[in-house]
Structure formats: structure tokens, C-alpha cells
């Protein structure tokens, strides 16, 4: 909600790289993370990071993540159709509720 | 495993209806959560549950209920349905609480529209 924002649309070509952006406001959040919906389906985690990290990489997907900001950023690589969703990011600060922002919805074009 | 199951897929009330959303999981999960998506809002959490037999309110209670009778099933109540209620819910679960090495499992959500 209010504790995290995302811009709502992104649109990529085939092929090239996404980066997806989210400011969140806790300075005690704990744990970051990024969860992918796909039409029709729940969410599904897609990455995380611990606060204490500044970069995280996953195969196509590299977390960038600036404390300093409070700034999250997701990248994905060699973006293909099968990107296109949403993607939330959200965090706790280990109460067992996670906070998520509005989305981003991400359209991978030929 | 199903995972988490929710039913109905879809539902139209008409307003002052009362309805039961149900959410059940067989990954003997811990934790459950109702969140209601709405366009251009994210996910705000209604209600939660550490356990059977504890509830407890998250960002937007009102107008809902909630029981955790079983480890298994969380059934969200609708009383007296408005059109503020409209909305895509989602539960979750997860075994010790949404955290890296626990995260939530959702289920493909129920879409509820009050007119």
C-alpha cells in the first residue's frame, strides 16, 4: 500500500532488459522481495533480498537494492513474452505481515 | 499437494447479500492471509491468522470476519455486502510467516462483484 510504490506500466521489447523500480518507506524492513502474477493466477515469489544485501542475482534477474534510498530495483534480462505480468514489490520488517505495492505491469512486445 | 484452494472462482452478490469465501491448504501451513486486490491499489491485507484458533485484523477489517477453526481452512465472512467490496481476494498461507525461506503461497483468488 502507502509503504511502497511502484510505477503501474512498463513496456519493453522482446529481447531487451526490464527494470522494474519500487520505493518503499520502513527503514527497519528486514526482508525485500518481488512476487510475479501471472493473468488468472496468484502471486508467485519470484526473488528476494535481505536488507543487508546490495545486489542479488538470479539467473536473469539481478535485485538491486539502495538502503540509503530506500530504493528496490528488479532487472530482467533478455526479456521474453513469458515476462509479461505483474510485478510486486514488497517487504516486512519480520511481524509475519508483508506490505506490497500497487504492481507494475509489464508488457513484453514483439 | 493442491496447495491453497479457493472457492468460488467468481460470485455476484447483490448489496446487503452475505457470502463465505472459502480458503483451504494441505501444506499444513502455519500462517493465513486474506488480501483484497483492487486496480492501482496493490494488495491490502483484511485479516490474518498465526494458528488455529488466532485471528487477527490487518490494514482493512471492516466489513469482513473471519475463523480459523482448522490448521487447514480460513473462511472469509462478507456480511451485508457492499459495493466497496468489489474486489479480486486472495488467500495465502505460508509456514512460518512470509519470509524468504517461508514465503506465501497464494491461491488464484476469488473475483467478487457487488452490485
Known amino acids: 500500500g502507502e509503504d511502497v510504490e511502484q510505477s503501474l506500466f512498463l513496456s519493453v521489447r522482446e529481447g531487451d532488459s526490464s527494470v522494474i523500480n519500487c520505493t518503499y518507506t520502513?527503514?527497519?524492513?528486514?526482508?525485500l522481495y518481488w512476487y510475479k502474477q501471472e493473468p488468472g493466477a496468484g502471486l508467485q515469489l519470484l526473488t528476494y533480498i535481505f536488507s543487508n544485501m546490495d545486489m542479488k542475482q538470479d539467473q536473469r534477474l539481478t535485485v538491486l537494492l539502495n538502503k540509503k534510498d530506500k530504493h528496490l530495483s528488479l532487472r530482467i534480462a533478455d526479456t521474453q513474452t513469458g515476462d509479461s505480468a505483474i510485478y510486486f514489490c514488497?517487504?516486512?520488517?519480520?511481524?509475519?505481515?508483508?506490505?506490497f505495492g500497487a504492481g507494475t505491469t509489464v508488457t513484453v512486445r514483439a | 499437494n493442491a496447495g491453497v484452494t479457493q472457492t468460488p472462482k467468481f460470485r455476484i452478490l447483490k448489496i446487503g447479500q452475505s457470502m463465505t469465501l472459502q480458503c483451504a491448504q494441505d501444506?499444513?501451513?502455519?500462517?493465513m492471509y486474506w488480501y483484497r486486490q483492487d486496480p492501482g491499489m496493490g494488495l491490502k491485507l483484511i485479516y490474518y491468522?498465526?494458528?488455529?484458533?488466532?485471528?487477527d485484523k490487518g490494514e482493512v477489517p471492516n466489513g469482513y470476519n473471519v475463523s480459523r477453526s482448522t490448521t487447514e481452512d480460513f473462511p472469509l465472512r462478507l456480511e451485508l455486502a457492499a459495493p466497496s467490496q468489489t474486489s479480486v481476494y486472495f488467500c495465502a498461507s505460508s509456514y512460518s510467516g512470509g519470509t524468504y525461506n517461508s514465503p506465501l503461497h497464494f491461491g488464484n483468488g476469488t473475483r467478487l462483484t457487488v452490485t
Open positions: 514488497a517487504e516486512t520488517t519480520n511481524d509475519y505481515k508483508l506490505s
Open positions: 491468522s498465526v494458528g488455529a484458533g488466532i485471528t
Open positions: 501444506m499444513n501451513h502455519n500462517y
Open positions: 520502513d527503514s527497519s524492513s528486514t526482508y
